[in-house]
C-alpha cells in the first residue's frame, strides 16, 4: 500500500534519547511537567450515567466532529433530555454452554453499569432509556470448549436503547461472538467484566442491513493477569460508530484490540477507541484496517492511548491502515498518545491511509498474473491479517467469504 500518510511518534520524554523507547526501569520518573489545561488531555472527558451531564450536540464536539448527526435518527435525543429512546430493544439469543449462564434483569442489578459509564451523550441516552439488560456470566474457573454467540436481531426503525453485560469470573476462558443483524436504530452500551486471571476473545459483527444506524459504546475492566482481544468488524449499516474501551482494574493487564471495516457507497463507518493505562506493568496493542470503495464511503479512526503516571512499565502500540480502493472515498485516522510517565517499556503510534501499493501490483503482475486478480489478491492480503487475529475457524470463514463478496461490488 502506498503511504500518504505515515506517523510514529516518539517518546520524547526527559532523560530519554530520541532513537529509544525501551527505557530503564531506574529511570528517575519524577520530572517537572507543566500544568495541564483541562481538556487538553483524554482523561478529561466527561463520564457519568446524568444524562444532564452532555449538553445537546452540536458537532462542533471535539468526539462528534467527524459524525454526521443528522443520520443518527435521534439517537442523540435532540429535542431535549426529558426525551428517551422508546423504540423495542433488539432481541437476543445467546448458544448454551456449560458454565455459562445467561439471565434478563433490570436495571438495579449491580452488575450492570459496573464497568460501563457513558462519556458520550449517547451511550448516556442509552442508559438513561434502559429498562433491562442481558447479563451472560462464565463462571470462575471454567474453559468453555465453543464460542459463546450471542445473535442481536434488530427490532425496526424506531430508535431504541439495548444493554449487554458480559462476565468473565476469576480463571474462566471463553469466545465469545457477537452479531448484529437486522434492521434497527439503536443506541447500545456492551460491558466486559474480565476478572483476575480470566481470559475473553470476544468478537462483535456488525452485518447490520443497509439502513440500520448503531451507535455503540464498549467498555472493558481487565483485571490481574487478565487478558482480553477485542475485535470489531463492521460491513453492515448505513451508519455504524463503535467507541471501544479498555482500562486495567489490575498489574499485569493484557488488552488486544484489533478492528476491521469495509465501507461501500455512502456508509459511514466509525471506529473511536481509548486505552486507559491506569496500572502499572499492562500491555496494549491496537491494530485496526479498513478497505473503502464507493462514492461517499467513509470512514473514521480515532485512536487515544492515555499511559498515566502511575502506569509505569507500561507496553503500547497503536496503528491504523487503511486502503483507498476507488475515487469518492475518504477515510480520517487520528491516533492520539499521551504519556505521563518515563518509565515505560514501549509506546508508539501509526497512521497509513493510500491506494495499491503499486511495487506489489507489478511485482504480481510480473509473474503472469492479470491485473484485477493482482489487485484482489492485495486486498485479501491487506485485510486477512486482522480476520487471522480472530482464531475461531467458522468466523474466520464466514468473514473471508463477506470479504469475497465486497470485493465484487466494484471493480478493482
Keep these: 500500500m502506498a503511504e500518504t500518510m505515515d506517523v510514529i511518534e516518539r517518546n520524547l520524554i526527559p532523560g530519554m534519547g530520541e532513537e529509544g523507547e525501551q527505557l530503564a526501569r531506574g529511570q528517575n520518573a519524577e520530572v517537572t511537567r507543566p500544568p495541564r489545561a483541562v481538556g487538553q488531555s483524554r482523561a478529561d472527558r466527561v463520564a457519568s450515567k446524568d444524562l444532564a451531564d452532555f449538553p445537546a450536540l452540536t458537532g462542533r464536539e471535539e468526539d462528534w466532529r467527524f459524525t454526521p448527526l443528522d443520520r ?3 439517537l442523540h435525543l435532540p429535542e431535549g433530555d426529558d426525551a428517551r429512546l422508546a423504540g423495542a430493544a433488539p432481541t437476543v439469543t445467546v448458544s448454551e454452554h456449560e458454565g455459562v449462564t445467561v439471565e434478563t434483569v433490570g436495571r438495579e442489578d449491580a452488575r450492570v453499569g459496573s464497568v460501563l459509564t457513558p462519556d458520550d451523550r449517547v451511550s448516556a441516552a442509552a442508559w438513561a432509556s434502559l429498562e433491562q439488560a442481558t447479563v451472560v456470566t462464565v463462571a470462575a474457573g471454567t474453559e468453555v470448549s465453543a464460542p459463546v454467540r450471542i445473535d ?3 427490532a425496526g426503525p424506531a430508535p431504541a436503547a439495548h444493554h449487554l453485560t458480559v462476565v468473565v469470573e476469576e480463571n474462566a476462558a471463553a469466545d465469545v461472538v457477537i452479531t ?6 439503536v443506541a447500545q452500551n456492551v460491558e466486559f467484566d474480565v476478572r483476575r486471571d480470566a481470559r475473553l476473545n470476544v468478537v462483535s459483527v456488525q452485518a447490520w442491513e443497509d439502513d440500520a444506524v448503531h451507535v455503540g459504546a464498549h467498555q472493558a475492566s481487565v483485571a490481574q493477569n487478565a487478558h482480553l482481544k477485542h475485535v470489531t468488524v463492521s460491513h453492515g449499516g448505513s451508519l455504524v460508530r463503535l467507541t471501544p474501551t479498555s482500562r486495567f482494574a489490575g498489574e499485569r493487564g493484557e488488552a488486544e484490540m484489533y478492528g476491521l471495516y469495509f465501507a461501500d457507497a455512502g456508509q459511514h463507518l466509525e471506529n473511536r477507541l481509548f486505552v486507559d493505562h491506569n496500572r502499572p506493568n499492562c500491555v496494549s496493542n491496537v491494530l485496526y484496517k479498513g478497505a473503502l470503495q464507493g462514492q461517499d464511503a467513509r470512514t473514521v479512526w480515532v485512536g487515544d492511548v492515555l499511559i498515566r503516571a502511575e502506569a509505569e512499565g507500561t507496553d ?6 487503511n486502503l483507498l480502493l476507488t475515487d469518492g472515498a475518504r477515510a480520517d485516522s487520528v491516533p492520539n498518545l499521551e504519556i505521563e510517565t518515563g518509565v515505560i517499556e514501549g509506546a508508539g503510534h501509526a497512521s497509513a491511509t493510500g491506494r495499491f501499493d503499486e511495487t506489489q ?8 498474473i492479470p491485473e484485477a486478480e493482482a489487485r484482489q489478491l492485495i486486498v485479501r492480503g491487506f485485510l486477512n491479517e486482522i480476520i487471522q487475529k480472530i482464531r475461531i475457524p467458522d468466523v474466520e470463514q464466514e468473514l473471508t467469504d463477506v470479504m469475497e463478496a465486497e470485493l465484487q461490488v466494484t471493480p478493482l
Design 152 to 154: 442481536v436481531t434488530g
Design 361 to 368: 501490483l507489478f511485482y504480481l503482475m510480473a509473474r503472469g
Design 72 to 74: 443518527l435518527q435521534g
Design 180 to 185: 448484529h443483524r437486522g434492521t434497527a436504530v
Design 316 to 321: 503500547s502500540y497503536e496503528k491504523n491502515e
